[in-house]
């Protein structure tokens, strides 16, 4: 009879089996893009030492007959949790065997951590860093055929059927659109966009990173007046959190495609934003987690042949919601993408209730092609 043993992962060693999980996942699969090893050694290693850990969390290897089988990560977001005066956690970095002894051992090992910190529901997979990320949020649930855009997850169709199984129920679809630049904008908008400017009293800007500071606290300030009261999974970060954000992104950043707009009335009010980035998985892909001497140059030769990129946020304030704002920014990403030699592009992950946003998508020509699934479960 076979064995398995969940345990906290403690010691290096470990935390290389867990890294090293998915190379065994899915061996084979064109589709999968290696994450780099060392940034997920510098991220996790800090969190395995309870003592040097600066928020509740833990990580668990699931060994079958002695061998790596399955991973997770579990966490709570304590200020999210009052701020909403709820007791839920989250779980990421969930990869698994097909196997549903072993998913189960480790989910159940999970339930204990939960319990024992007073969470009664759960939500996963998300960002290590809370619900409120769109990093690796939700599993992929259609379109196994297409490897993921930067920073989107990826995983075989049976996590699903595990899940389910493990007592997981849907909590919300997210949708990523793809963008054709030859089916974009079919009829030209620049009329419309241009009376709508005149009309409203706005102009778009690309980020001025020479002046990054003042630009953070321009998207802190539209970020605090657009994020929905009713989301229950989201909050305006505080400026520190968009600072270490805007931190971890900007060696991925092009100038040209994040864009800001404002009021064009003097005041230079900040009403709009919304970050795109060039799909670095595109380069990782090539290099099996690696950088080393021969990877650095791969590195630099898939990087001239990036030809496409992710749209993650875009947010404006409530006042100038259908005025044309947010249309506005996409054409300016659009006009500067074409400039830049970028032929695709994806808007992801918008929420399934986001009607506004997906309307918006779907009128300048994008089509959905993609759906992440956010799963819950209540704990009694």
């Not at 050694?41 to 850990?53: G, W």
């Not at 100038?255 to 707009?261: K, S």
Request: proline share 5%; net charge neutral; aromatic share 12%.
């Amino acid at each position: 009879m076979s064995e398995i043993k969940v345990f906290p992962v403690r010691t290096k060693s470990e935390l290389n089996k867990f890294i090293k999980l998915p190379w065994k996942i899915y061996k084979n699969n064109k589709c999968w893009v290696p994450p780099l090893i060392g940034d997920l050694k510098k991220s996790l290693t800090p969190l395995i030492n309870p003592e040097t850990r600066e928020r509740p969390c833990e990580l668990y290897l699931a060994l079958l007959d002695g061998e790596p089988a399955a991973r997770i990560f579990v966490s709570m977001d304590q200020a999210l949790n009052e701020k909403k005066n709820v007791n839920s956690g989250y779980f990421s970095l969930f990869e698994s065997i097909d196997n549903i002894e072993v998913a189960k051992a480790i989910f159940d090992k999970a339930y204990e951590w939960f319990k024992e910190k007073g969470i009664n529901i759960i939500r996963g997979p998300v960002s290590i860093d809370g619900t409120d990320r769109d990093e690796n949020k939700g599993i992929l649930i259609d379109a196994f055929d297409k490897p993921p855009v930067l920073f989107n997850s990826y995983n075989p169709e049976y996590y699903i059927k595990l899940l389910e199984e493990c007592g997981f129920e849907k909590d919300y679809d997210l949708f990523a659109y793809y963008l054709d630049k030859d089916m974009l904008f079919e009829k030209d908008p620049s009329k419309i966009i241009e009376y709508a400017k005149k009309r409203y009293n706005f102009r778009v800007d690309t980020i001025n990173l020479k002046n990054i500071d003042k630009e953070i606290e321009d998207i802190k300030y539209i970020l605090d007046l657009a994020v929905p009261d009713e989301w229950e999974d989201l909050v305006a970060p505080s400026l520190d959190d968009v600072r270490n954000i805007a931190k971890s992104l900007i060696a991925f950043a092009d100038p040209d495609l994040i864009t800001i707009a404002r009021a064009n009335d003097g005041s230079e009010r900040p009403i709009g934003f919304a970050l795109s980035l060039p799909d670095y998985n595109q380069v990782l892909i090539h290099l099996n987690g690696r950088l080393n001497p021969i990877s650095m140059l791969k590195f630099a030769w898939y990087k001239r042949k990036i030809n496409g990129a992710r749209i993650f946020v875009m947010f404006v304030i409530p006042e100038y919601r259908s005025k044309g704002v947010s249309f506005a920014i996409y054409y300016q990403i659009f006009l500067n993408g074409i400039k830049k030699g970028y032929i695709w592009g994806e808007v992801s992950t918008i929420g399934e209730t986001n009607i506004r946003m997906r309307n918006d998508i779907e009128n300048m020509g994008g089509k959905k092609y993609k759906t992440y699934r956010v799963y819950k479960k209540i704990l009694n």
